[in-house]
Every structure is written in C-alpha cells, then in structure tokens.
C-alpha cells in the first residue's frame, strides 16, 4: 500500500525546508531533511499508515523536495514532474511570501511538539 497523500501542513514544513537549504544538490541524509522527517512522523495527521518504517522517511522527504523545483522560476532543471494539486497550492500561496510561510510552519512545528505522540496512532483517535 502507498503512503497517504501529504497533508496541507506537511507541504508547508517541507516548502519552508526548500527554501532554506540548495535542494538541487541535497540528499536523503541531509540532517535537516532527516529531522524534517521526524517531524512529520511526530505531527500525527495521518493515524495508522501501512509501513510506518517508509512513512515519510528521508528519501520521501527529499523526493518531495524535489517536486517543488518544477514550480521554481530559479530552477533551470524540470524537477519532479509527478506530484499533487496541493503542491501548486502551497507553492502560490507561500512562494512570495516567505516570511509568512517561515511563521505558519513555526507554529506547526510547535503544535507538533507540544502534542503526545501515540504508540499506536488510529484514525479515531482526536488531534
């Protein structure tokens, strides 16, 4: 089974990450795509996945990264071309404004670490 389609607050810590490091020339070790992936682990939007050991894990990360170049006017690549409708969302909606993107995916980030994490998360289960 295939892992759930990101989450609008997903797509925002990970634009946020685009545009602080090179993506062109990252990889899935990067410590900040690592701990972007912890991150999304920990957020806990998506309940039970089927193979948590591939839930967004540092390559997905990157993967996703690298979906976003296809929208960068800065970008003479193609980037990823697969990807969803939220991507060009996100991207319009915060691209300009950086600032704005940085606030949004701190308070993200501290509503993530101020929430348990379930061992056993389900889709019943409140957020």
């Known amino acids: 089974m295939r ?3 990101w989450a609008r607050d997903e797509l925002i810590l990970a634009l946020d990450l685009y545009f602080r490091i090179d993506v062109s020339s990252v990889a899935a ?3 900040e795509i690592v701990a972007l992936s912890g991150t999304l ?3 806990g939007l998506h309940g039970n996945v089927p193979d948590p050991a591939r839930f967004r894990n540092p390559n997905g990360v990157s993967m996703k990264l690298f979906n976003f170049l296809r929208f960068d006017p800065d970008y003479s690549g193609v980037g990823l071309t697969r990807g969803g409708k939220e991507e060009a969302a996100v991207w319009e909606e915060f691209s300009k404004e950086k600032e704005r993107l940085r606030k949004v995916a ?4 501290s509503c993530s670490l101020s929430r348990p994490i ?3 998360p389900s889709l019943s289960e409140e957020i």
């Open 3 to 5: 892992n759930p389609t």
């Open 29 to 31: 070790h990067n410590a």
């Open 41 to 43: 682990k920990s957020l």
């Open 106 to 109: 701190d308070a993200i980030r």
């Open 118 to 120: 379930p061992e056993n």
